[in-house]
């Protein structure tokens, strides 16, 4: 048998009779539990729990943790979904009782404080997008996507549009089509110009009265700006569609300039990526939608609204759970996401305007301090300037055999969680990187001088990265096809 427990199942230290905590007999009559619950909610025997102690519950479970990577551990410079810090302070705000105890059943009249505080967060929101209406409903930015194109497609179908059409370019976040398939629409994928921007003939010859949507990222996945976004959003309008920018990289430009500004007209935000609130591991997330004030009558709901307060002193106003008068209906329960939506409610108030705008400028700098110092070793073909995040290629060294999973592999001994690798697909072994804001010179120097050390290295030797963690190089392909989905008993050693 093992005798690590950081590395043992909690079943297999388990041992008959063991507890975390001993208590006294009961001291009053004790009913049996058959003449409480009907027989029928009874199990005919007791789960089969592990039997453990404190001690060995809390040294497995903080043992496990020092097995994983995260912003708090490691630099984590994860290309096309922004891994930055998460302020302690606002993580300890978030956790006041006053929040965390907020049960969504209350009515609004004892629930003002934090209906106040979701009404800001939408008033900021909207005003960081230039688009007013704003839901904090959705749960995540898929989610969003797919709720900001409800609302468009309810908005066709009150103007008694037929449009049956979403398109997007093939840079897009796989995300893109998948909403817009999941919302009833049929996905067209438009080709990019070899420098990596939407190709403006592509776009013209697929624009047509069917079309309802062109989704676009703007700072795109290569981490470049739509220079064309003007005339771009100018076709899409011309044929009486929408332009739907997807925020996920809203790091390199909040506070700067505004979707609404350069012709959007929804959004969602990645509260989690872009406002500090922590993620991974499929959650939690947040993905508010800003719209344009034509189309905030189909919101999802409910949204809070504000209204003068009459005959009292002490506030100037009341807060309101509204549905907007033509809503698509919830897509989440209650008013969505509250931890992560208080989180970055915490951070845009300790930044303010200039703050944002900051945190935005800082981004760009650090990825392009970042490309300036990797180019000549991981060629970066969409030029020598990005904005919060850039992708090179390895299609050099895959020549002499080594592969960009192998780089990212090997940086897993250095210290440094890998960047995405193999996204976008139209760049030959891509490695996207994105150090944000958060992160210092040093740590970028160290990360930069790790790549070039991998990048001397054997291919034989890489093929087996990484070489210091407990498990090195599974087998992808096996785990997919034979997945293991129950647990068995470790066979003894």
């Not at 922004?82 to 956790?95: D, G, V």
């Not at 993620?279 to 003068?308: E, K, M, N, W």
Request: with cysteine; net charge negative; charged share 20%.
């Amino acid at each position: 048998m093992r005798n690590n427990q950081a590395t043992q199942l909690l079943f297999e230290l388990s041992k008959s009779g063991r507890r975390g905590a001993v208590y006294p007999a009961c001291d009053v009559p004790s009913p049996p539990v058959e003449s409480l619950i009907p027989a029928r909610f009874l199990a005919q025997t007791p789960s089969a729990l592990p039997e453990i102690t404190e001690p060995d519950v809390i040294r497995h479970f903080v043992n496990l943790s020092t097995k994983n990577m995260s912003v708090d551990t490691h630099f984590y410079p994860l290309g096309s979904c922004t891994m930055k810090y998460n302020p302690k302070r606002h993580e300890r705000l978030a956790s006041l009782h006053g929040i965390v105890d907020v049960h969504p059943y209350q009515p609004a009249e004892d629930i003002q404080g934090m209906l106040e505080l979701l009404y800001t967060m939408q008033q900021m929101l909207g005003e960081i997008s230039g688009l007013p209406g704003v839901s904090l409903q959705p749960a995540a930015g898929a989610q969003g996507e797919l709720a900001a194109l409800l609302v468009a497609s309810a908005y066709f179908r009150d103007k008694g549009e037929n449009r049956t059409r979403v398109l997007f370019p093939n840079s897009a976040h796989g995300t893109n089509p998948a909403s817009a398939a999941i919302a009833g629409f049929d996905c067209v994928q438009l080709k990019s110009t070899s420098a990596g921007f939407v190709d403006l003939d592509e776009l013209r010859a697929h624009l047509d009265d069917k079309t309802a949507v062109f989704m676009v990222t703007n700072p795109n996945t290569l981490g470049l700006f739509e220079k064309e976004m003007a005339t771009i959003a100018k076709l899409v309008h011309d044929v009486g569609a929408l332009v739907y920018i997807d925020g996920a990289n809203m790091n390199a430009i909040a506070g700067i300039t505004r979707p609404g500004d350069f012709g959007g007209d929804m959004q969602h935000y990645n509260v989690h990526k872009t406002f500090t609130g922590p993620h991974g591991a499929g959650g939690p997330g947040s993905g508010p939608i800003a719209v344009r004030d034509f189309l905030a009558p189909y919101l999802p709901g409910p949204i809070v609204t504000q209204q003068p307060r009459h005959g009292s002193l002490d506030k100037a106003w009341t807060y309101h759970l509204t549905m907007p008068e033509r809503s698509v209906g919830r897509v989440r329960s209650f008013f969505g996401n509250l931890g992560i939506i208080v989180r970055g409610y915490c951070y845009l108030r300790t930044l303010g305007a200039e703050g944002v705008k900051a945190m935005s400028e800082h981004a760009v700098l650090n990825a392009n301090y970042l490309l300036a110092k990797l180019k000549d070793v991981l060629p970066v073909p969409q030029g020598d300037r990005c904005m919060h995040e850039f992708v090179a290629s390895a299609k050099i060294h895959k020549e002499r055999g080594i592969s960009a999973m192998d780089i990212a592999k090997r940086l897993l001994d250095y210290g440094f969680h890998a960047p995405t690798v193999y996204f976008p697909l139209v760049v030959p072994e891509a490695m996207m990187i994105e150090p944000t804001e958060t992160e210092s010179k040093e740590t970028l120097d160290a990360f930069a001088d790790a790549l070039r050390a991998i990048l001397k290295e054997d291919a034989e030797f890489l093929h087996l990265a990484p070489h210091t963690t407990p498990v090195s190089r599974p087998d992808d392909v096996a785990a997919a096809r034979n997945p293991v989905l129950k647990w068995r008993p470790h066979p003894a050693e």
